[in-house]
């Protein structure tokens, strides 16, 4: 791990040194600028985005994942923080499962495994199709899936990823997995000049501030929501229980009240959590920003009325403009053939999910854990 991290922070280094070699990125607000309250940004064109080609690491098993192959590439994962790994000679299992074997190998086993804190700790219900394969959570086929790190909503978050493709999408037809390195976006970020490096400092003080509310389950617009109602997440019906059990939550809430909507007699159950948006990766001792999240649109019943914000403030355009730019340069990936298989380090990488046209069939698993704020665990 210290070879990679270490290269690229040089190269960050030499950026911030060397005037010659700073990058200085134009913001481009072409993205935002017409951007309503339903749809606060436009992406270039899917198609074009799709003929990209970005970069990626391999480890090349060669038809075959042996114990060997899977150590040596555990090994390069630990160096990268993100790892393609192809010609695994995994046929699309019956519900598209891993053998066991190669998930202990690969840091997934039983033991390993993400555990939520119970089976009631989530926004949304998990489909698992095996002990630990889970499918990925539905999003628009048309619409990018931008970077985040997993689990950015509660204190607690897997360490590391594992995604495997059972059903590829067409070469040039969009779908891919890509990683994004958390440093070599923060060096695109801070390349773009003060209004770059004032959104940097914001993250630093304000962190990220998540609200989600939880409707109630009769409420006229549940059936378009996608998150759980708030008898559901919080196991009761009694509107003063689910109150105090949502304040017990402290790794997933920091406060939560009441929203009531005029002629509607189902108040939505309002939550808001801050988190810090650097995390020091006991590994190594450096900081690493998380990856803000953006909403495509305004807080509304479908999305849980749901708001990011840096501190208490929603991102301006400029500042979206910003990270959307550094989305895109930032992204590392390729077409995965079935049983392809990526790797993701939570805390060193963010990942996403390029929009698609087609079948495309992707599980994941995830695995350890770490707190996002070291000063409450
Ligand atoms: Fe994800």
Redesign the pocket.
């Known amino acids: 791990m210290k070879t990679a991290t270490a290269e690229i922070l040089q190269q960050a280094n030499a950026n911030q040194n060397a005037a010659e070699y700073r990058p200085e990125h134009a913001i481009d607000l072409g993205m935002v600028e017409s951007a309503s309250d339903d749809e606060r940004y436009v992406l270039p064109d899917n198609r074009a985005q799709w003929a990209q080609d970005v970069p990626n690491n391999v480890f090349d098993a060669e038809g075959q994942l042996t114990a060997d192959k899977m150590a040596a590439a555990y090994a390069r994962f630990q160096d990268l923080g993100a790892l393609n790994i192809i010609n695994t000679g995994l046929e699309a299992q019956e519900q598209n499962d891993v053998p066991m074997h190669v998930l202990e190998c690969l840091g997934f086993g039983e033991k390993e495994q993400f555990k939520w804190g119970g089976l009631t700790s989530g926004r949304t219900n998990l489909k698992y199709i095996s002990r630990c394969m889970r499918e990925?959570?539905a999003y628009p086929e048309e619409k990018f899936l931008l970077p985040?790190n997993?689990i950015l909503y509660q204190r607690f978050m897997p360490e590391r990823l594992l995604f495997i493709c059972s059903q590829p999408t067409k070469k040039g037809s969009g779908g891919r997995t890509f990683a994004h390195c958390a440093l070599k976006t923060e060096a695109y970020i801070a390349g773009c000049g003060a209004a770059g490096s004032a959104l940097l400092e914001k993250m630093r003080k304000g962190g990220f501030t998540i609200e989600t509310g939880f409707l109630d389950d009769a409420h006229p617009e549940k059936s378009k929501n996608y998150f759980r109602s708030w008898q559901d997440r919080f196991g009761t019906a009694d509107r003063d229980e689910a109150i105090a059990v949502c304040k017990q939550s402290t790794h997933q809430f920091d406060d939560c009240n009441w929203m009531a909507e005029d002629g509607i007699d189902a108040p939505t159950l309002m939550t808001r959590i801050n988190i810090p948006a650097f995390k020091k990766d006991p590994r190594d001792g450096r900081d690493y920003m998380l990856f803000p999240r953006i909403a495509l649109d305004g807080p509304k019943a479908h999305n849980g009325y749901r708001r990011f914000l840096i501190g208490d403030a929603e991102l301006t355009k400029t500042e979206t403009a910003i990270l959307l730019q550094a989305f895109l340069a930032t992204r590392e990936g390729r077409y995965y053939n079935a049983g392809d298989i990526l790797l993701v380090d939570n805390i060193r990488y963010g990942?996403s999910r390029e929009s698609f046209e087609g079948a495309r069939k992707i599980h994941a698993s995830m695995a350890g854990m770490f707190w996002t704020d070291d000063a409450v665990q």
Do not use: R, S
């Open positions: 990925t959570d985040h997993e990942h």
